[in-house]
């Protein structure tokens, strides 16, 4: 849940000079650490394909579970469904 808020926040049309996102963790498990650095990697494409397609809602959680598969951009669905099974880790990661 927490990785989908950052992206989302992440991913606003907003000034980045303006944007800060701060992320507070408790020490409660060691697997926080990884998993922000897994969403790291993906939010360099995930941010990428949320402008290039005007993707909304802008959380991948969400996205995925009310967004169909596109079939009219080639482009568009190899790339839904690239991030889409890396966006499946994220769940279960955070159960």
């Given at each position: 849940?927490?990785?989908n808020k950052v992206l989302s926040m992440m ?13 507070s963790d408790d020490g409660g498990s060691e697997?926080?650490?990884y998993a922000m650095l897994e969403a790291a ?55």
């Amino acid at each position: 849940m927490v990785i989908n808020k950052v992206l989302s926040m992440m991913a606003y049309d907003y000034p980045l000079e303006k944007l800060s996102i701060y992320l507070s963790d408790d020490g409660g498990s060691e697997l926080t650490f990884y998993a922000m650095l897994e969403a790291a990697t993906f939010s360099k494409k995930w941010l990428a394909f949320c402008k290039k397609f005007k993707v909304e809602p802008t959380s991948p959680e969400a996205y995925f579970k009310t967004a169909f598969e596109p079939d009219i951009d080639p482009l568009m669905v190899k790339d839904w469904l690239s991030l889409k099974v890396i966006n499946l880790s994220f769940i279960i990661i955070d159960v």
